[in-house]
Structure formats: structure tokens, C-alpha cells
């Protein structure tokens, strides 16, 4: 069973558009949440959000965390074609060990 | 500031053959880890390691192995090359648990 689910797997949108990426997770051993931005290379670095529920703002980017729905939102106001990319959620669970698992990512694209 | 170098960025292989994938960083990060990327697939764990020493199997361990004699470097061995181990590979570091994870710039890796 995935740790960590993602949706949808793709949208396409249109510049100025707002979008909503899904990221659902499993609640045993649940520590914190991670979201990334692929393009062409590795991974950089979004947010991390844990149970606190805070919610996290970066210019036109923010994100929640919903620990009744187990459940985290990332939306993107006034989308940009240099949105377009990738976008990968990771759960931490347990107390050991490196135990970082991706969800398979969606990938927006935005057109002009 | 070098952070998390992968080398090398781009490699084909024949069945059968065996390389070493190197990784290393320069952020005195505890935790390492190997991650590969297929499409649709997400990012999935090979092996990761708490500390010099120690060693663990991730989600996808088979046909690999690692080390961490030091601090800095993680390598990951593909012993017997195989068609199905062509990918995209990731080293990543994190300071502790639940941390950030920076990630290499990514190894791509054809098996013919």
C-alpha cells in the first residue's frame, strides 16, 4: 500500500490560472510532509509542514496540512509557464532510519 | 558551496557490467540516501545510511549495494547490470530526521 498518494498525475492549465495539487498520506508513524518542484533536474526544496496545521507561504505558492483529512494542499495562485515542473510530495514517517517516501508526482503545465 | 555531487551525470552500461555511482557531500549530513526516478513512478528508496557505518535497504534494494566508510561519501554499486536498472538516480542528504533533503543533480544510467 503507497505511503503517499498524489493527485491528480497531470494538468494543464492556462497562464493566470489558480491550481490545487493533492497530496494524501498514511497516518501510521506520519512525521511531517515535503514538497518539492522537479523541472528538468533534481528536486528543489517547497515546504515542510507537519500536524501543527500552519500553513506555509512562499510569494504565489502555499500550502496546508489537514491532519483530520490526512491530507496536504499545495496551490499556486496566478500560474506562469515557469510553473510549469513537476510537483513531488514526500512523507516522513517513523522514528528511525531515513524513511522519506515520494508520491509519484503531478506534472503542470502551463500554457501561455 | 558544492553540496551533494553525483558522478557520473550520464552513463550506458551492457548487461552484465558493474559501476559505481558516486555520491558525495560536504554538509557533514548524517543521513544519506539513494533514490531512483522512473516515469510515473516517483522517486523510490534503494538504500540509505544514518551514519558512517551503517547501512540500510529502502523500498527497491535488489541488484545494488552500498557502503559509507566516511562521513562524506555514499556510493551505490550496480553489480550486475540489468535492463530494468536503467533510470535516473538521485543521491540526497538530510541533517536529521525529518529534515530537508537536498538532493544531487542526478544520474542517468542506460542499461543496453
Known amino acids: 500500500e503507497d505511503k503517499v498518494v498524489q493527485s491528480p498525475l497531470s494538468l494543464v492549465v492556462h497562464e493566470g490560472d489558480t491550481v490545487t495539487l493533492n497530496c494524501s498520506y498514511e497516518v501510521t508513524n506520519f512525521r511531517s510532509l515535503l514538497w518539492y518542484k522537479q523541472e528538468k533536474k533534481a528536486p528543489t526544496f517547497l515546504f515542510m509542514l507537519?500536524?501543527?496545521?500552519i500553513e506555509k507561504k512562499s510569494g504565489r505558492l502555499s500550502s496546508i496540512l489537514d491532519k483530520k483529512e490526512l491530507s496536504s494542499i499545495l496551490n499556486i495562485t496566478a500560474t506562469q509557464t515557469g510553473d510549469s515542473a513537476i510537483y513531488l510530495c514526500?512523507?516522513?514517517?517513523?522514528?528511525?532510519?531515513?524513511?522519506?517516501?515520494f508520491g509519484t508526482g503531478t506534472s503542470l503545465t502551463v500554457i501561455p | 558551496n558544492a553540496g551533494v555531487t553525483q558522478t557520473p551525470k550520464f552513463q550506458v552500461l551492457k548487461t552484465g557490467q558493474s559501476m559505481t555511482l558516486q555520491c558525495a557531500q560536504d554538509m557533514n549530513h548524517e543521513y544519506m540516501s539513494w533514490y531512483r526516478q522512473d516515469p510515473g513512478m516517483g522517486l523510490r528508496l534503494i538504500h540509505y545510511s544514518v551514519g558512517a557505518g551503517i547501512t540500510d535497504q529502502g523500498e527497491v534494494p535488489n541488484g545494488y549495494n552500498v557502503s559509507r566508510s566516511t562521513t562524506e561519501d555514499f556510493p551505490l554499486r550496480l553489480l550486475s547490470a540489468a535492463p530494468s536498472q536503467t533510470s535516473v538516480y538521485f543521491c540526497a542528504t538530510t541533517r536529521d530526521r525529518g529534515y530537508t533533503i537536498y538532493f544531487g543533480e542526478g544520474s542517468w544510467l542506460t542499461v543496453v
Open positions: 507537519t500536524s501543527s496545521g
Open positions: 514526500a512523507g516522513w514517517f517513523g522514528n528511525t532510519g531515513n524513511q522519506f517516501y
